[in-house]
């Protein structure tokens, strides 16, 4: 039995990739000040609203097009949806 091909991919798609993508950025750019300003009380309330954004944007993205992660970081509809969606290098 061959594995399906990679879904095909739609604007909403890259869309939803380049949005994650930007707030990951943001997060991790976060990450490293707070990590330097642990105190700063502005910094924390955007780390969090970025991180909610973030979860909201992912299960978007994971309801459209299924999972971003394996290895349980993500759930999967029937059936398996982990090897129907393209790879980072076919996007």
Same mark, same amino acid.
């Given at each position: 039995m061959e594995p399906e091909a990679p879904k095909a991919c739609d604007a909403k798609y890259y869309e939803l990739l380049e949005e994650l /993508?930007? &707030?990951d950025f943001v997060l991790v750019? &976060?990450?490293l000040y707070l990590d330097t300003h642990p105190g700063d009380f502005q %910094?924390?309330?955007q780390y969090n609203k970025f991180s909610q954004e973030r979860m909201r944007v992912a299960h978007e993205f994971q309801q459209r097009y299924g999972p971003l992660m394996n290895f349980g970081h993500a759930f999967s509809k029937y059936p398996w949806e982990w %090897? /129907?969606?393209p790879w980072p290098w076919q996007v």
């Open positions: /993508q930007a &707030l750019e &976060l990450n %910094s924390i309330e %090897s /129907q969606t």
